[in-house]
């Protein structure tokens, strides 16, 4: 796996960052720390250039993330309903328990990976 790509949120003390790679056919988008509304320019701006610049299935790893709000799942969202319009798929990797049950309300959860 290569780096392609990395974004810190500077202004965000809990260190988040969001990161992309190549994971064999897939973009994989990494990210670590607390996913919140002062985070999701990052986030976004990532999702966005994985949207624009590749081809295949998007794969958001959740596996580092302690928090992750409401802001964060709507662009999770909003990022499956563009890549299903293009038919192409976004999954989700190792959601914390706190962040599977927010999936589960906002109807995302088919969303995650399983096996």
Do not use: K
């Amino acid at each position: 796996m290569t780096m392609r790509g990395l974004v810190q949120a500077t202004d965000s003390p809990q260190g988040f960052i969001v990161s992309m790679s190549a994971d064999g056919a897939a973009t994989l988008v990494g990210v670590r720390g607390e996913a919140d509304y002062a985070t999701l320019p990052a986030f976004v701006n990532v999702l966005a250039r994985v949207i624009a610049e590749d081809h295949g299935v998007v794969v958001i790893d959740l596996t580092e993330t302690v928090f992750i709000d409401t802001a964060i799942v709507r662009a999770i969202g909003r990022a499956a309903e563009i890549l299903h319009e293009r038919d192409r798929q976004l999954r989700l990797r190792s959601p914390s328990n706190l962040a599977s049950r927010v999936l589960v309300v906002f109807g995302l959860s088919h969303l995650v990976e399983h096996g």
